[in-house]
């Protein structure tokens, strides 16, 4: 009798959740802090590639000074560490900006070059993404 209680509690799935207080409770737990992020984003080449939104939209300006947006593909894109940029020139400078919960920016430029690239990540599910390039290069 005990037998037959204890295989049909464990066949109702007491103690279970349903999948979407389920969903919800990863979606609280994956809450990235964006700086904590962007030093695995730049130290591990499998993990950036994971969370760059491919085909990734790269703006450049072109002579008549009119936006020209070329798509990046997982094969076309390099390994890119972004902590590492600085400590390899003093000229190189990375600027972050997060604008909300969801919207972050890291701003690449070299001094006295004229070099400006904005890198834009937003966060879906919790997680961080690059989403999008714009070289505002002079």
């Not at 790269?58 to 890119?80: D, M, R």
């Not at 966060?123 to 714009?134: F, L, T, V």
């Amino acid at each position: 009798m005990i037998k037959i209680i204890i295989i049909t509690f464990l066949a109702l799935g007491c103690g279970s959740t349903p999948q979407s207080a389920t969903k919800e409770l990863n979606q609280n737990i994956i809450n990235e802090d964006f700086n904590i992020f962007l030093t695995k984003f730049s130290k591990d080449k499998n993990f950036q590639m994971k969370r760059i939104i491919f085909p990734l939209a790269l703006y450049t300006e072109n002579e008549q000074g009119k936006y020209v947006v070329k798509k990046l593909t997982p094969k076309s894109w390099k390994h890119t560490d972004f902590m590492g940029l600085s400590k390899f020139d003093k000229k190189n400078v990375i600027e972050i900006d997060i604008s909300s919960k969801t919207e972050a920016k890291l701003i690449y430029s070299i001094e006295d070059t004229g070099v400006y690239v904005i890198h834009y990540f937003i966060k879906k599910d919790g997680k961080w993404y690059m989403s999008k390039i714009s070289d505002e290069s002079d």
